[in-house]
């Protein structure tokens, strides 16, 4: 059932324009400024929170604005997938800009970091509700812009040359992106993602273009070989820029090689042939190159890093089944890895605003002088190795589940593999944290490690509260919503 509400736009059009008003009022009045981003971020989340009843009752959303970028318009649809990745975004955005609030306290440019702030969680939720390929394309493209403002805020040499290779990554994907949405509309004659499948039959072209879509979405989703730019542009941005990187900019990527999947080519025409194969194959090579490299990095945040490669792997590789039930652990994965990558990079940041502590070697102890900002990455970490009851477990046995489903038993020997990886990665952090030696000098250090703020501490707490309570609370809408849509998609 189709209904038509303003919701979509409301909750698209809020953090937009008042990213604008936060830059004019932030460069003269900073407090006020900050006030103004907090209050856009929470009421971004308003009308997404007055969905849901609609939402769980199985009610798609849509809102067309013909007038605006003509002729194609601009069109907002809500079905249980969009909710669920407009749900994660706002949510875990509106913690980020909490949190954010006190860790840029005497920064630069603090006007223009929350504007741009704005104006991605504008874009986010743009793509996670575009009715069609051509608004898709046009706020992804949005967020590929803003995003790199985030990357480039601290105007370092390093941030700048990080900035670079993100923005030639980007705009080869949003050529290769664009040729695939006209390519589309030649082949197809619309761009609704109304339908499971608009692209009538296989042909040389619709391969071209399915290749196509996979190079501009898998780029921002950072799948190999197009993982280049992240390991860089993420450790180098703040670390509120960072979570929100990691947690869910690089889902617009995994969102959108979904609706290509099952709303460009339908799980018939898709799953017929060899073309899923491409995207498991990279998907395998990102868990394995993801999860190793991270295991050789000093630096935390580089190691966060590279971890997200490998965990982005999980995901897309359980996109490229032909199974309803690895499906819904990739959407799930995509909620529980928001949760918590999100934590674990605003944990990172804590520590070093607080100790000067960056590399992994001087953890050591940091968990007794911090201890609910290291119990708060503990809940995280567990959650990205996949132990029960953490969400991460739930994902991976959809995942794993999907795989037998699909007749691809081995998957889940990769599956297990990269998951040692990541207890080789994110473990040892934990162990020292706590257990290890206190440091016998300290004059690397800021101050003898107090724990942060509470604006800055009530969002981790929240976000790893989470990474467990989904897997446990009754009714998780997440896991039903996720469940709904992936057996509507056809697929076995």
Same mark, same amino acid.
């Given at each position: ?276 194969? %491409?995207? =498991?194959? +990279?998907?395998? @090579?990102?868990?394995? #190159?993801?999860? &190793?490299?991270?295991?050789?990095? $000093? ?99 959809? %995942?794993? =589940?999907? +795989?037998?489903? @699909?007749?691809?038993? #081995?998957?889940? &020997?990769?599956?297990?593999?990269? $998951? ?73």
């Amino acid at each position: 059932m189709t209904e038509i509400s303003l919701l979509p736009l409301a909750a698209v059009s809020t953090p937009t324009l008042s990213s604008v008003l936060v830059y004019a009022v932030g460069k003269r009045a900073l407090g006020l400024g900050r006030m103004l981003t907090v209050l856009a971020s929470a009421l971004s989340l308003l009308p997404i929170a007055l969905m849901y009843p609609m939402a769980a009752r199985g009610v798609v959303l849509e809102v067309a604005l013909p007038s605006l970028l003509p002729p194609l318009g601009v069109m907002f649809r809500v079905d249980g997938l969009g909710y669920l990745f407009s749900a994660m975004t706002s949510g875990v955005w509106c913690l980020v800009t909490i949190y954010a609030i006190s860790y840029m306290k005497g920064a630069l440019n603090q006007a223009r970091f929350f504007a741009a702030l704005l104006q991605t969680l504008g874009a986010c939720l743009g793509v996670a509700m575009a009715g069609d390929l051509f608004t898709l394309f046009v706020f992804f493209e949005v967020l590929s812009l803003a995003a790199y403002v985030l990357i480039v805020h601290d105007q370092t040499q390093e941030a700048m040359r990080a900035g670079f290779k993100y923005l030639v990554m980007s705009v080869t994907g949003s050529l290769s992106l664009f040729f695939a949405v006209v390519s589309t509309y030649d082949v197809s004659g619309t761009l609704s993602l109304a339908t499971r499948g608009i692209i009538p039959e296989k042909s040389g072209l619709t391969l071209t273009i399915f290749i196509a879509f996979l190079v501009g979405f898998g780029m921002k989703a950072g799948v190999f070989p197009l993982h280049v730019w992240l390991p860089d542009a993420h450790p180098i941005a703040p670390a509120p820029a960072s979570a929100l990187l990691s947690g869910i900019m690089i889902k617009a990527g995994a969102y959108g090689i979904i609706r290509v999947f099952h709303n460009v080519y339908g799980a018939q025409l898709v799953t017929a042939g060899w073309w899923p194969s %491409l995207l =498991l194959w +990279a998907s395998g @090579a990102s868990m394995v #190159l993801g999860s &190793g490299v991270a295991i050789l990095q $000093s630096d935390l945040k580089r190691r966060l890093a590279y971890s997200s490669i490998g965990q982005m792997g999980y995901i897309l590789a359980g996109v490229s089944l032909a199974s309803s039930h690895a499906l819904a652990g990739s959407i799930f994965h995509v909620f529980g890895h928001a949760l918590a990558k999100s934590c674990l990079f605003l944990c990172a940041g804590l520590v070093a605003s607080k100790t000067g502590i960056k590399d992994v070697e001087a953890m050591a102890g940091v968990g007794r002088r911090m201890p609910v900002t290291m119990i708060a990455f503990t809940a995280a970490a567990l959650s990205m190795v996949g132990i029960p009851p953490f969400n991460g477990f739930v994902s991976k046995w959809w %995942l794993s =589940l999907g +795989a037998v489903q @699909a007749g691809v038993p #081995l998957l889940l &020997g990769l599956y297990l593999a990269c $998951s040692m990886m990541a207890c080789l990665y994110i473990l040892p952090v934990v162990v020292s944290a706590f257990f290890g030696p206190e440091p016998r000098d300290r004059t690397a250090e800021r101050t003898c490690g107090a724990e942060a703020p509470l604006g800055m501490l009530i969002p981790v707490a929240v976000l790893a509260t989470g990474t467990v309570l989904f897997s446990l609370a009754p009714g998780n809408f997440a896991l039903v919503l996720s469940r709904v849509w992936a057996e509507g998609a056809g697929l076995r």
